[in-house]
């Protein structure tokens, strides 16, 4: 047995733990940069928590301009909003893009340089400054994870920085900080979260040596991974739907902030697949939502591997609560990515690739950008080769898994 479980120093999970925030920044550090958007930074909920910070540390930076999908412009305002208060910790409250944007600051504010200097797995020469993160959506898990995704606008896709330094030290995960969260985003965000789960659960195991751990940050499946990946899919099941039809719903919000939390501690370790290096070139030349476009690739990629994965895709049709007790894997898979069919539709996510303005002739160069992403692709359990992810991008186009 060899494998590692990476996570926060500490993490807080509850309704109502975000009263915590202050102190716990306050023991990291006493200047502080805050990084959020403009929406949230109007919400009381979130005014609240910056003002009890301005009176437990001696400094406070706002950086409240984050954009979707982390544009390189964006790192840059905000490293320069940490220089002029010599931030020594940062908060981040938001969604994945501020929690991704406050990673790659931490590292530049440490080790210097820019975001390309860091660009692929484990170039983070070292810790960072301290960072406190706290989730306002249930998918994307990046309060617990340690990658940040960017955009470089001399690139056709998006870029990862991956790295165990960039793990935050402490992650506050408190679902009534979701309550306000609307529809579409509580959507695609919450089926970001499925996905990380399925993926997990259905990544490519791998041997590894024992400088593995250490060098890579993906390592495929392992029993830790899966008993996180299940747990987190059973509660997206149960919840998603639910919440995005009525987003006062308590219990199903404290579902999708554990599930979303339990989906990246799964992911974390066990990487990512094909759905999200397929959605990486797509969704640079489409500007269309994160979860939006892997929600839309999945049931693809994993009917394309069911001659790999059946036996765990019939695990999970049991487990997101499907009656398969006589079925065989064959018949349980057929049932499980029914059923996600008509979730994705539930929640209104396009059902082809045509729908979002994918243009058809695009389909192969779009596949052989994703099979370059190395760290997530490595992880698919299927043919990986340019025409097989063609193919998955081709079944996506027309809407036929078959």
């Not at 996905?195 to 029993?223: I, K």
């Not at 082809?352 to 359990?381: K, S, W, Y």
């Amino acid at each position: 047995m060899l494998e590692t479980v990476r996570g926060p120093r500490q993490l807080i999970v509850g309704e109502g733990v975000a009263q915590n925030i202050p102190r716990v920044v306050a023991e990291c550090g006493s200047r502080v940069l805050i990084v959020t958007d403009r929406v949230l930074l109007g919400q009381p909920g979130v005014a609240e928590i910056v003002a009890a910070v301005r009176e437990k540390v001696e400094v406070v930076g706002v950086f409240a301009d984050a954009t979707p999908d982390v544009p390189l412009a964006d790192v840059a305002l905000a490293v320069s909003v940490a220089a002029e208060v010599d931030a020594d910790v940062i908060l981040a409250i938001g969604g994945g893009t501020v929690i991704d944007l406050a990673k790659i600051v931490g590292v530049i504010r440490r080790h210097g340089g820019t975001p390309r200097d860091f660009y692929g797995e484990s170039k983070v020469p070292g810790p960072t400054i301290p960072l406190v993160a706290v989730p306002t959506t249930s998918g994307t898990g990046s309060e617990l994870t340690p990658v940040s995704v960017l955009t470089d606008p001399d690139r056709e896709l998006k870029v990862g920085v991956s790295s165990v330094h960039i793990v935050p030290d402490f992650a506050i995960v408190d679902p009534e900080l979701t309550y306000t969260c609307p529809a579409t985003v509580t959507a695609h965000s919450g089926i970001d979260a499925f996905c990380h789960a399925v993926e997990s659960y259905t990544a490519r195991p791998r041997a590894h040596g024992p400088r593995d751990p250490v060098e890579q940050v993906f390592l495929g499946r392992n029993p830790i991974t899966d008993h996180y990946a299940l747990l987190a899919a059973e509660r997206i099941a149960r919840s998603l739907p639910q919440v995005v039809r009525d987003g006062g719903d308590k219990d199903a919000r404290a579902d999708m902030s554990y599930g979303s939390m339990l989906a990246g501690l799964a992911f974390s370790h066990a990487g990512n697949a094909a759905p999200h290096a397929l959605q990486y070139p797509i969704g640079a030349a489409t500007h269309t939502p994160h979860g939006l476009g892997v929600g839309l690739l999945l049931p693809y990629a994993l009917d394309a591997a069911r001659d790999a994965i059946g036996d765990r895709l019939a695990i999970l049709a049991g487990v997101c609560g499907l009656d398969v007790t006589d079925a065989s894997d064959a018949e349980a898979a057929d049932t499980f990515l029914t059923w996600l069919d008509g979730l994705l539709a539930d929640i209104g996510i396009p059902t082809t690739l045509a729908d979002i303005g994918v243009a058809r002739a695009d389909l192969p160069r779009f596949a052989e950008m994703a099979g370059g992403v190395t760290r997530l692709i490595q992880n698919h359990p299927g043919p990986t080769d340019t025409a097989s992810l063609t193919a998955i991008l081709e079944a996506a186009w027309i809407g036929d898994r078959t």
